[in-house]
């Protein structure tokens, strides 16, 4: 009994250290980071991408300049998907968002400071699946949306682009 | 009888009586247990595909289609898709508890194992997340735990027709996933070998098995060749550019150098930062769709799969460091063994659809769900010591000469076969895809938790036998 024993701890303790638990490896650039608040966020030592073409003009602007009207939205800003640590250094944020009048995701997100001046963006056509299960009235499967700021502190509010250029909605807030 | 024989006995396998009855009951339960809160199953995009092809009939081969005729006979038979749900986690369920009391030689001791079985499927909780699903995955392993189980019935009842029932679930196990024969890979010499375990089998019974696993694999083949009713031969689907990709954005990431051809890029090459983008080890599909900074990679250029076919061969051969690296990461994933999270490991819901599939009790489903998540984050708790465990307690049967080391050694090859060729083909992390080996591991750990209670009981019992192949033998007493 106590050769088995041995046999079986010896295997185990063996293939256990063989097996320990793995980070991701150098190349892919990531790590864990520990927020202020407690919550962990993936990091990139990749500096922040370039922004959509035409984000890049609205930037800096205050978010009612060319705004004509603000429309319902649902949806929510959810949390920082990835820090990139490179230089330009910032974060992508991630979320869902659906116009309630167009029955539609807005096809852009903006992010805006405590100014309100737009200081990020992304676009929509993320797959979210689980946003039509818990509410039947979002009938596109591709809600989800990304969107990029070298902002990393503070909070940002987020706002849906409608496809017209000229509607906005709030689709949600997020403390970085 | 004899002491001689009486030590015999002590050597080998017991392949006793069938509980029926005892088994039944615990699979019922252990079915309701699962099948329940979950109810008639998760549905994500691969099982309202097949559910929706037994309708509409087989257009393609991208999935083998047994999966769909299992649905047109669930609904055929008036039991809509929770009838698949419930047999094939019962059929998982009922086949372990059977085998362990084939193989263990008290009835409580079966039981406990049986149960320890099932309690597996708590504490790793990805094996329960995706029994409540109706993933692909699922009757795969419970098909490959039938056949196990219904070879062990033939050796105990020394019944032909049961070797022939082995066979045909190990067909359906093979005919429901490309790659699922490395779970066969020594179980089905070891049936043809031996189809009565430890019985002296002549050459003609062999032959029975050998042509009833050939007709069965035959069938399997050809059920991903020509579709049900018409018979129609539908081409193959070529998924393989798919993996090809996943590789090229892998070896990129790792090198800094883009491989992915310009293309699928719109004529831009990437820069690494770019790749590092895209490429996300747990789905080759993450690199679809929209990406911050990137352009998106366009799959309907003509010619896409020679394209990226011609890429993956200069790329791969002069960069096998990076290739093994990024594979690595992959099995990382899959095993569960990254320090941070498990991938997939539950679904959680009933996808968006036209067939008024919706989950019976959302707010038990939600919560299940919700723990199988939580619980995955546990590093003691993921999939690899499944086969940690069943590797130890397979050398320690060895080392203890317990004949039964052949059989779990045949079970384990099957779970370390299927997991291997996944490490070369696999185009994503999900914890689904090891499901069956998952199923196969946690068997060997409850068979050799109940050997260890046996021993406890009776010491002398079960014996430090010099077991071979021919060592392995049905007994008819004690019990």
């Known amino acids: 009994?106590?050769?088995?024993?041995?046999?079986?701890?010896?295997?185990?303790?063996?293939?256990?250290?063989?097996?320990?638990?793995?980070?991701?490896?150098?190349?892919?650039?990531?790590?864990?980071?520990?927020?202020?608040?407690?919550?962990?966020?993936?990091?990139?030592?990749?500096?922040?991408?370039?922004?959509?073409a035409w984000l890049q003009p609205l930037q800096g602007q205050p978010l009612r300049a060319g705004v004509s009207k603000e429309v319902d939205c649902k949806g929510n800003a959810e949390n920082v998907a990835l820090i990139y640590a490179g230089q330009p250094n910032g974060v992508r944020i991630a979320g869902w968002a659906w116009g309630s009048d167009e029955r539609a995701p807005p096809p852009r997100i903006l992010i805006v400071d405590s100014s309100a001046r737009i200081v990020g963006g992304g676009e929509t056509g993320l797959e979210r699946l689980d946003v039509?299960?818990?509410?039947?009235?979002?009938?596109?499967?591709?809600?989800?949306?990304?969107?990029?700021?070298?902002?990393?502190?503070?909070?940002?509010?987020?706002?849906?682009?409608?496809?017209?250029?000229?509607?906005?909605?709030?689709?949600?807030?997020?403390?970085? | 009888?004899?002491?001689?024989?009486?030590?015999?006995?002590?050597?080998?396998?017991?392949?006793?009586?069938?509980?029926w009855l005892s088994s039944a009951v615990l699979g019922a339960l252990a079915t309701f247990v699962v099948c329940f809160p979950a109810w008639p199953g998760h549905f994500g995009y691969d099982p309202l595909y097949a559910y929706r092809t037994s309708i509409t009939g087989i257009e393609n081969m991208v999935w083998p289609p047994v999966h769909a005729y299992m649905f047109w006979l669930s609904r055929h038979l008036g039991l809509g898709a929770g009838g698949l749900f419930a047999a094939q986690v019962f059929i998982l369920f009922f086949s372990a508890a059977l085998s362990l009391g084939l193989l263990l030689r008290r009835r409580a001791l079966a039981i406990g194992a049986a149960v320890g079985f099932f309690g597996l499927f708590i504490l790793v909780p990805p094996l329960f997340g995706v029994a409540m699903s109706q993933w692909r995955d699922v009757p795969t392993g419970s098909f490959a735990m039938l056949a196990v189980c219904l070879w062990l019935c033939a050796s105990a009842q020394r019944d032909l027709r049961f070797v022939v029932g082995a066979a045909i679930a190990l067909g359906i196990s093979v005919s429901l996933r490309y790659n699922a024969f490395p779970l066969f890979a020594l179980i089905a010499p070891l049936i043809v070998a031996q189809?009565?375990?430890g019985c002296a089998v002549s050459w003609r019974e062999r032959g029975a098995a050998a042509l009833a696993l050939v007709l069965c694999l035959g069938l399997a083949v050809a059920s991903v060749q020509w579709r049900l009713p018409d018979l129609k031969r539908v081409d193959a689907a070529n998924t393989k550019f798919t993996?090809?990709?996943?590789?090229?954005?892998?070896?990129?990431?790792?090198?800094?150098?883009?491989?992915?051809?310009?293309?699928?890029?719109?004529g831009v090459t990437l820069s690494g930062a770019q790749v590092r983008e895209l490429y996300d080890p747990r789905h080759a599909q993450l690199a679809y769709g929209p990406h911050a900074g990137v352009p998106e990679l366009n799959l309907t250029v003509p010619q896409t799969e020679r394209i990226i076919d011609q890429a993956w061969r200069k790329a791969i051969p002069t960069h096998l460091g990076c290739y093994?690296?990024?594979?690595?990461i992959v099995f990382v994933e899959q095993l569960g063994?990254?320090?941070?999270?498990?991938?997939?490991?539950?679904?959680?819901?009933?996808?968006?659809?036209?067939?008024?599939?919706?989950?019976?009790?959302?707010?038990?489903?939600a919560a299940l769900t919700a723990y199988v998540v939580e619980a995955s984050r546990q590093l003691w708790r993921r999939?690899?010591?499944?086969?940690?465990?069943?590797?130890?307690?397979?050398?320690?049967?060895?080392?203890?000469?317990?004949?039964?080391?052949?059989?779990?050694?045949?079970?384990?090859?099957?779970?370390?076969?299927?997991?291997?060729?996944?490490?070369?083909?696999?185009?994503?992390?999900?914890?689904?895809?090891?499901?069956?080996?998952?199923?196969?591991?946690?068997?060997?750990?409850?068979?050799?938790?109940?050997?260890?209670?046996?021993?406890?009981?009776?010491?002398?019992?079960?014996?430090?036998?010099?077991?071979?192949?021919?060592?392995?033998?049905?007994?008819?007493?004690g019990r």
């Not at chain 1, 030592?45 to 959509?52: A, F, G």
């Not at chain 2, 093994?324 to 690595?328: D, I, K, L, V």
């Not at chain 2, 941070?340 to 019976?360: C, T, W």
């Not at chain 2, 946690?442 to 021919?470: D, K, N, Q």
């Open chain 2, 1 to 19: 009888m004899t002491n001689t024989a009486a030590a015999a006995d002590e050597r080998a396998i017991v392949v006793g009586e069938a509980h």
């Open chain 1, 132 to 176: 039509p299960t818990a509410l039947p009235e979002v009938t596109s499967n591709y809600t989800g949306w990304w969107a990029l700021t070298s902002q990393l502190s503070g909070s940002v509010e987020v706002y849906g682009l409608m496809a017209d250029g000229k509607s906005i909605c709030r689709v949600g807030k997020l403390d970085l």
């Open chain 2, 337 to 365: 063994m990254e320090k941070h999270h498990l991938f997939y490991p539950v679904h959680g819901a009933i996808d968006p659809n036209e067939f008024g599939l919706k989950l019976a009790h959302p707010r038990l489903s």
């Open chain 2, 243 to 266: 993996i090809q990709l996943f590789d090229l954005l892998g070896v990129s990431a790792c090198s800094n150098e883009s491989f992915v051809p310009r293309q699928l890029t719109g």
């Open chain 1, 1 to 52: 009994m106590r050769y088995s024993r041995v046999t079986l701890f010896g295997a185990v303790a063996g293939l256990s250290a063989a097996i320990a638990a793995c980070d991701q490896p150098e190349w892919r650039g990531l790590s864990v980071t520990e927020a202020v608040n407690g919550e962990s966020h993936p990091q990139s030592s990749d500096p922040l991408p370039q922004p959509p």
């Open chain 2, 195 to 197: 189809p009565f375990l």
């Open chain 2, 383 to 477: 999939p690899f010591w499944l086969y940690a465990f069943a590797a130890a307690a397979t050398l320690t049967l060895l080392a203890r000469r317990d004949p039964r080391w052949v059989l779990c050694l045949a079970v384990l090859a099957g779970a370390y076969g299927n997991v291997a060729l996944l490490y070369l083909i696999g185009p994503a992390a999900d914890a689904r895809y090891i499901f069956p080996s998952n199923v196969l591991c946690a068997f060997i750990i409850a068979l050799a938790g109940g050997i260890v209670m046996e021993r406890i009981a009776t010491p002398h019992a079960g014996g430090r036998a010099r077991s071979t192949l021919g060592g392995i033998r049905q007994v008819e007493s």
């Open chain 2, 324 to 328: 093994f690296a990024h594979r690595n």
